[in-house]
C-alpha cells in the first residue's frame, strides 16, 4: 500500500462488509500516483477490481486512470425530479401513471429506444450530454444548471469509442435499462431540515418526487471492456505492476490514459442525455395523466448526480499526503460528488447550500435526499455514498425470492411495481441491500453529508 484506507461506516455496517471490499481496496491503495487516504464509503461492497463504493485519487502526473476503479457502467447515476402533486392526488392514479410510464420508457435487458438517431446525431449526443438533449427539444434550460457539469463532461471524444460501443449504444437512447436500475414515483416522508428542504422544492410529507437511476446502457460497459484489454499491453509499455489484473491501468497523460478519458467522458455525456430523454418523457406523461402542463405540475429537476466517474477536480490536500493544492483525477466508482457550500463548482442556485446528493434505496425501502459538506472536501475528495449497498449477489436473491410473488406483496403493502422481468425483479429484493437508514446515519455521524429529505415508494418501473 502506497496510503492508508480511510472507511466510514457503523459498527454494524462494517462488520457485514465481506472480506472481499477490504482485500480490494487494499489493491486500489497501491496504484501507482494515488494520493492519501483510498476511501470506503458506507454502501461499500465487492466490485470488478475496486469496492462499489470506493473512491480514489491520483495525481496528474504521477498517477493512472483504471477502468475497474471507475466502472462498467458510466455515469450510471440518479436524478431527482419534484413535483407539487401530493399523494393523495396521486393514489387514484398511480396504476395508470406506472402503466404509462412502462410504455414510453423501454426497460429490461438489450431494451431499445424508439429514437433513431443518425451516427452524427449519436456523436453530437456523446459530446453534448444532457445539453444536447435539451437543445434538441427534450426538456426545460433550467434543467441544465442542475446537472452535474450541467450534463456535459469537458473532454469528450467519439473518435475514440470503438464501433462495438457506438452500436450497443445507438439505440439505447431514452431507455433505463436492468439491474438496479429504476424509475420509481415517492412522497416525502420525512423532512429533517425544513430551510434546507424548501429551498430544494420539498415542503410537505407527502408531497410527490421521482427519482431515475440509470446510465450509459451497452455503450459505458464496452468503453469499459475495451479498455481495461487495451490497458494489460500499456502496463508492459510502462513497467506497471497491478495486485489484481482487473486494476488494468494506464499513466493519465499517456495516449492510452487520454484515449480512455475522452471515450469515458463521450459514455458519461451519453448518459446524461440518456436521462434527460427519460424525464422529458415523465414528464409527458404525467401531464397527460393530469390534464395539465408539467410546468404547471411543478416537474422541475432538483438536480442530477453522477456515479462511475473520474473528474479532475482541485483539492487543497494539507488533511492528504502530499500536503499541497493539487489538481487530483478522482475516481469515483459507485460514489456521488458531495461539494460543500461555497464551491466553484456548484450551480449559482446551490452555492449556499452545497450540493444535493442522492441515495437511492432497495425498491422496497426509503430512499434520500442529502447535503454535500466542506468536511466531505476535507476528507473523501468531495465523495459521499450513492445508494444502500448489496448484501448478496443477484444469483443468490434469485434463489430466496420468487420475483411474481414478490410484486403481489409489494403492492399490498402500497407499491406498485411494473417490470420486464421477474426474474430482475427477484434480484433486486430488498433482503438483498443493507439498510439504507444505517448507511445515512454514518455519513451524518461523519459529517460527509447531512440528511434532509427521505422518500418513500409507491410505484416502480424495473428492467
Known amino acids: ?45 465487492v466490485g470488478y477490481g475496486c469496492p462499489i463504493g470506493g473512491v480514489a485519487a491520483f495525481d496528474l502526473d504521477e498517477g493512472i486512470i483504471s477502468p475497474g476503479a471507475i466502472g462498467f457502467d458510466l455515469n450510471c447515476g440518479v436524478r431527482l425530479v419534484k413535483t407539487d402533486l401530493t399523494s393523495k392526488e396521486v393514489k387514484a392514479k398511480l396504476p395508470k401513471l406506472v402503466e404509462e410510464i412502462f410504455a414510453a420508457v423501454p426497460s429490461g435487458v438489450g431494451s431499445k429506444s424508439r429514437l433513431r438517431p443518425s451516427s452524427n446525431e449519436f456523436e453530437e449526443a456523446m459530446i453534448g450530454g444532457g445539453k444536447w438533449a435539451v437543445g434538441r427539444g427534450f426538456g426545460w434550460e433550467e434543467d441544465i444548471e442542475r446537472m452535474e457539469e450541467e450534463g456535459n463532461l469537458f473532454g469528450a471524444d467519439p473518435r475514440k469509442v470503438s464501433e462495438k460501443a457506438k452500436i450497443r449504444g445507438i439505440n439505447q437512447l431514452g431507455t433505463l435499462g436492468s439491474g438496479n436500475h429504476y424509475l420509481e414515483i415517492q412522497k416525502v416522508e420525512k423532512i429533517f431540515d425544513q430551510k434546507l428542504a424548501e429551498k430544494l422544492g420539498f415542503y410537505n410529507n407527502g408531497q410527490i418526487a421521482l427519482m431515475i437511476h440509470c446510465g450509459s446502457r451497452g455503450l459505458g460497459h464496452q468503453v469499459a471492456t475495451d479498455y481495461l484489454r487495451s490497458f494489460e499491453g500499456a502496463m508492459q509499455k510502462y513497467g506497471i ?76 490536500t494539507t488533511n492528504h499526503q502530499p500536503p499541497t493544492t493539487n489538481q487530483l483525477l478522482v475516481h469515483r466508482k459507485g460514489a456521488t460528488r458531495a461539494f460543500g457550500p461555497g464551491n466553484p463548482a456548484l450551480p449559482k442556485i446551490y452555492q449556499d447550500v452545497g450540493q444535493p446528493v442522492i441515495l437511492g434505496g432497495s425498491m422496497e425501502s426509503d430512499s434520500y435526499l442529502l447535503m454535500g459538506t466542506k468536511k466531505a472536501e476535507e476528507e473523501t475528495f468531495g465523495s459521499s455514498a450513492h445508494g444502500s449497498g ?44 443493507k439498510d439504507i437508514s444505517e448507511v445515512v446515519e454514518a455519513l451524518e455521524i461523519s459529517g460527509i453529508s447531512k440528511p434532509v429529505v427521505s422518500f418513500k415508494p409507491l410505484g416502480n418501473i424495473k428492467g
Open 1 to 45: 500500500m502506497r496510503v492508508p484506507v480511510r472507511i466510514y461506516a457503523t459498527k454494524k455496517l462494517l462488520e457485514a462488509m465481506e472480506d472481499g471490499v477490504f482485500e480490494q481496496i487494499t489493491n486500489v491503495a497501491a496504484l501507482p500516483g494515488i494520493v492519501s487516504p483510498a476511501v470506503v464509503l458506507p454502501d461499500a461492497h
Open 241 to 316: 505492476s497491478v495486485s489484481d489484473r482487473q486494476l488494468a491501468c494506464a499513466p493519465i497523460k499517456s495516449p492510452e490514459g487520454k484515449d480512455y478519458y475522452a471515450a469515458m467522458a463521450a459514455s458519461v455525456n451519453f448518459a446524461f442525455a440518456n436521462r434527460q430523454v427519460i424525464m422529458h418523457r415523465v414528464r409527458n406523461v404525467f401531464s397527460r395523466v393530469f390534464g395539465k402542463d408539467a410546468q404547471a405540475l411543478g416537474m422541475h429537476l432538483v438536480y442530477d448526480v453522477a456515479h462511475n466517474v473520474a473528474k479532475t477536480e482541485e483539492y487543497s
Open 390 to 433: 448489496r448484501t448478496m449477489s443477484r444469483s443468490a436473491a434469485k434463489k430466496k425470492v420468487r420475483g411474481e410473488k414478490l410484486q403481489k406483496e409489494m403492492e399490498s403493502r402500497g407499491i406498485y411495481v411494473k417490470t420486464a422481468s421477474f426474474a430482475g425483479l427477484a434480484e433486486e429484493a430488498g433482503l438483498a441491500y
